[in-house]
């Protein structure tokens, strides 16, 4: 379990998961009842998943999402329903290396069409400069398997996210081809959005005062890299626990020489790091989320309107012209 990371509590997931089909923008909450209905059934593994498996696939496809909203989903263990319903799908969507658990159902999986979003676009390694700008994760932050140290949230790029569902789109139409013009057609609605926002984020970060951002969890390393940004991350650090001195004062040192004014934290996760930092060093705190699923603490119903939520948090923060 990554020690930076929190698991939300039993009773807050119940609840979660009661809201599952209204807060996934149409995806069942469970994957209980994934395979066997009229639609081309797809599991997916979490929210940035299940959302381009919903817009792509349309009124022609039945979505459900292993990970519950609000779940923290790298932790994620799957029950003997799950792992049962993945089976009886007809295509599964993953992020291979984020959910270890997802990845040893799949590979066990029958399943005829297993789509994985790692494989359509390009991975690469952030934050391994120890002292240096920290752009993503440490190595041993998501590592598993031969992609060890790769960081896994593509998605976060519109670009990347971009590239992904044009591949999701050509794996649909060949596993359902009865239906090919419509997720064509979707697909390129999907893409055409997406290169928008990417041109909202240019537009929008194009002049700031300040070029770094300071988070509690180094999620945005191709974000900060597609608009020239640079993260700097709180990394290894227990949510509970209190930054060392050292690195306080090494955040402080770096914060005034680059202007920087906020520490961001996530919604998932307890903001306790980012506070005490933040009072150390007499900044702002603001949430910058990873959209790793929505829920009702959310600062929109969907990917496209957190973002342009995370868009105005880190225009305010790093003072946008």
Request: hydrophobic fraction near 35%; charged fraction near 25%; proline fraction near 4%.
């Amino acid at each position: 379990m990554n020690v930076r990371r929190r698991l939300i509590p039993t009773a807050a997931m119940a609840a979660a998961t009661a809201l599952g089909t209204a807060t996934l923008a149409g995806c069942s909450g469970d994957a209980a009842g994934a395979g066997n209905t009229s639609k081309f059934d797809v599991v997916a593994s979490f929210y940035p998943m299940a959302f381009l498996a919903e817009r792509i696939g349309g009124d022609h496809v039945h979505v459900t999402t292993l990970t519950s909203p609000g779940q923290e989903p790298h932790d994620l263990e799957l029950s003997t329903r799950q792992t049962a319903s993945l089976e009886e799908s007809d295509a599964v969507l993953y992020l291979k290396n984020l959910q270890p658990a997802v990845d040893k159902a799949v590979e066990q999986s029958p399943v005829d069409t297993k789509i994985d979003a790692a494989s359509l676009t390009t991975l690469e390694k952030h934050g391994n400069e120890v002292g240096g700008h920290a752009a993503g994760h440490d190595d041993h932050d998501h590592g598993h398997g031969e992609e060890a140290g790769k960081d896994p949230h593509i998605w976060l790029d519109p670009v990347r996210y971009a590239q992904v569902a044009e591949g999701v789109g050509k794996a649909f139409e060949k596993a359902d081809p009865d239906h090919a013009a419509d997720y064509k057609k979707n697909t390129a609605a999907l893409v055409k959005q997406l290169n928008a926002l990417n041109t909202e984020f240019e537009n929008g970060l194009a002049h700031t005062k300040s070029k770094v951002f300071i988070t509690t969890h180094a999620a945005f390393g191709y974000l900060a890299e597609r608009y020239g940004l640079t993260e700097e991350a709180i990394s290894g650090l227990d949510p509970d626990s209190e930054p060392s001195a050292a690195r306080v004062k090494d955040l402080e040192k770096m914060a005034e020489a680059d202007g920087v004014s906020t520490v961001f934290y996530e919604t998932l996760v307890s903001d306790k790091t980012a506070k005490t930092l933040a009072s150390d060093t007499g900044l702002k705190t603001d949430v910058l989320d990873p959209i790793e699923g929505i829920t009702e603490h959310s600062r929109g119903q969907d990917y496209f309107t957190v973002q342009r939520a995370n868009l105005k948090a880190l225009q305010q923060a790093l003072g946008a012209k």
